[in-house]
């Protein structure tokens, strides 16, 4: 007995099953990374999900007794450092798309209010710092188009968000009728869901302007805010992930504007129009305006396009009480 004792073996206990599955999924992962069996495809497809989608966020705020610009700072770094993991990981998977780096870069550089005093924001448009208009925290959509133009060779970006010829006649008329069925669809979205949208920021903007006609000052802030918006989510969609799914992804220019479309419908699920109806109609709208830059052979109509269907938005279905 006592000779079995001793060679007895008993087994360890197994491991929760949420650490199972991590240990499964990371070895799972070693081995197709060995085998280079993950398509390149899988990456970049993660990497422009990773970098629209809003992940849940710690709620753990910094002491009050530090001082304002302390605590500023401890934002930062734990908003910078939770987003540059993930996008290591992913862009150690072949082929090391840009795409991964979208997300950290974009962050990273929206946090330019965090270094500025608090009288010297205040001074500041709204809308540059992200308290109200469409371009969210520290004019984050600005800093996305920044960040996606530089992160891409300089021939991809003569390729990509190249100008093109300047629209004729034709075009313009094609834009217009595609403008007025699109704002037509906003209607009938906005009056059959009884909604405005859930865009904090664009709420915040029209607020006081609700229950009153617009003057022509307001129309044509409107109007230059709407063309800012177009032109940031255009060289973003339509220009840096629609290159990333052809040229990094191997995918065919279909199939390219299919993914960067359903990117910019999961993108606007907090947006107008909002919920997952939203995403379908904006999933439909990113197809659209994909087809129209092959089209047009550049990023010029799909920003005028999309220029209209956002003062839409702005001047009229926001505006609905």
Known sequence: MQLEH?????????????????WILANQCKYYLAMNAIPPSVSVAAAALYHHLDLPKSSTEPP???????????RLSSSVIGDILPAAALYALPPHSAAALLRPCSKLLRQWPA???????????????GDSGPFGKGCGK?????????????????????????????ELLLVLSLSLAVNLVLSLWSRLARSRGNHKGVNAMTKKSLGR???????????????GNALCEEVVSRGFFYHEFI?????SPNIANASQALAFGIWHFNGIPSGFTGVGLTFVYGL???LLRNYGNGLPLPILAHTVADYFIFAVIVRKR
């Open 6 to 22: 001793r060679f007895s073996f008993r087994a360890p206990p197994p491991p929760p099953p949420r650490a199972f599955g991590y």
């Open 64 to 74: 009050l007794s530090r001082s304002h610009r302390k605590r500023q700072l401890s």
């Open 115 to 129: 270094f500025l005093s608090k009288p010297t924001r205040n001074r500041l448009p709204k809308w540059l710092t």
């Open 142 to 170: 600005f800093c996305e188009a920044i960040c996606a133009y530089f992160l891409l060779s300089s021939n991809d970006r003569a390729k990509f968000f190249q100008l093109g010829p300047l629209p004729g006649r034709n």
């Open 213 to 227: 006609k617009l003057s022509f000052v307001e129309h044509l802030q409107l109007a230059l805010l709407a063309f």
């Open 247 to 251: 040229t990094s992804a191997h995918l």
């Open 288 to 290: 659209i305006m994909g």
